[in-house]
């Protein structure tokens, strides 16, 4: 086996953050949203849709995601107006 001296970059914290040179980097994500842009303009998408239907969204998630924890003694006590007698009767039944 050779010994090859191993040939790291040293990469600077911006570089890493970037994921490479921030001008190419930032070049390419310009180009690639210039493309998404132009794809989108054509189906009639715009950037305050997105935002506003992902801010819908968000508050349609926690409104109901609270009702659900809101309801959640009741669903306890609905099924338990079933589940704890059932519960009792077997756990006598075993006993005798």
Known sequence: MTDQP???TRRSPVERLFGGHPISVLLKLALVSLLVGFVMSIFGVDAQQIVRGA???LRETLRDGAGIFRN????????AALV?????LIRLARKS
Request: glycine residues 16%; proline residues 5%; without cysteine.
């Open 84 to 88: 704890v007698p059932i519960w009792l």
């Open 6 to 8: 191993q040939t790291e």
């Open 72 to 79: 959640l003694g009741g669903y306890i006590l609905t099924g």
């Open 55 to 57: 801010v819908e969204l």
